[in-house]
């Protein structure tokens, strides 16, 4: 077994991914607000990379907890894991809130009454506030709410004990009590799509993440096997089947349960379920192939192997935090000519070099400086070399080179081919 295997490469390209489609999404919006064609249906649903997030929090984050419950093993330490998640995300999300604001005029952020609010993650539990500041950062008022329950999740499944099948049975009672949620809040006045205080906060999603952390159950469960079940060879040598179911699941949800990808555009209940059922299902599809591909190798582990994509994987942070401010910048500033769909095309791909300019700025200034102060608060007990983590991978170490021969699934090779 590869001692790096547990961090798993191909997550970073699969950030990217997930980055670039939120600003696909906003881009598109500017761009086709007011016109409709063929492609509106399809690009007011690339939000999608909201979920494809989540459930890689879900994975990346409780692999650790439930491998060393697995294997009897000593359990994170709850402290340094707290300021590991603070270092990652609080530096560079103050930073962007700060300049964003300052940049788009957005006084309200630095009000005495909304100072908290905005700094401190409290956004989505206002519905006057709840896409203000930096619009998009709504979820990671999700994230972080997600990042407290974990570890009490962690803590009470390894009192209750048990071995993968309980894990998995909880975490199906998970997914079903964030489904009553959503039922209850659906009911609630009415409030625009996801909008705060009650469709945006973490109940609502709480079954995305526990998709995401029932997948690194079974990874777990993996590495604990002689040799792999045919169906994981199989995924193995065919990496780029999920990303076709991905694919049906994106196309249902795009053109086959009602939205026509008009702005604002009200729902059903039904449509609302829907939509977020088929979000899980396209995010489970694109992320299986980071765990089962074998990097630099296959249609998927080739694509997540990329320069590009590993490099846009390292400063992803950065791009969600700013590509919005420079989607609506641009918007300002240069009249894109040509019918919608080219108009969106020009939009996206300049939005995309100067998000990801002033990430990799973001990136180098604050975001890995910060992460240096990791070692302040360190775990009585070094960490596992091979173990899963959410920290970007370097781009050096992400590149098909040094990873061609490194398992990203994190389990035993023994009696595989």
Known sequence: MNVRAGRFPLFDSLRAIAAISVLLFHAAFFEFVKSPNALRPYTAHLDVGVSVFFLVSGF?????????KLFEAEPPHVPAYAWRRFLRIVPGYW????????????????????????YGFLKIYHSNTSLGGIGQA???????????FLPVWAFLMRKAGGGVRRELVALGLLWLAS??????????????????????????????????????VLSVELERVERLPRAVEWLRR????????????FWAVSTQIGFTGKPFENSTHAMFLGRHELYSLVALGMIVPAIVADPGRGVAGRILSTRLLAYLGLVSYGIYLYQLAVVRQLGDWISFPGPAPVRFVLH????????ALIAAISYYVVERPALRLKRLVSPPVPVERGEATAEPISASSATPASTANTTSAGWRKRGTP
């Open 179 to 216: 489904l009553g949620y959503k039922i209850w809040a659906l009911d609630q006045p009415a409030q625009p799509l996801f909008s705060g205080p009650y469709l945006q906060p973490l109940p609502n999603f709480l079954d995305q993440f526990a998709l995401g952390m029932a997948l690194a």
């Open 60 to 68: 990346l984050l409780y692999r650790p907890f439930v491998r060393a």
């Open 348 to 355: 996206a791909l300049l939005a995309l070099a100067g998000a």
């Open 138 to 148: 709504w979820t990671l008022c999700v994230e972080v709410t997600f990042y407290d």
């Open 95 to 118: 930073v962007a809130l700060t300049v964003v604001a300052l940049w788009l005029g957005l006084d309200e952020v630095f009000t005495r009454k909304e100072l908290v609010t905005y």
């Open 238 to 249: 065919h990496d780029w089947v999920p990303w076709v179911f991905a694919a049906v699941a």
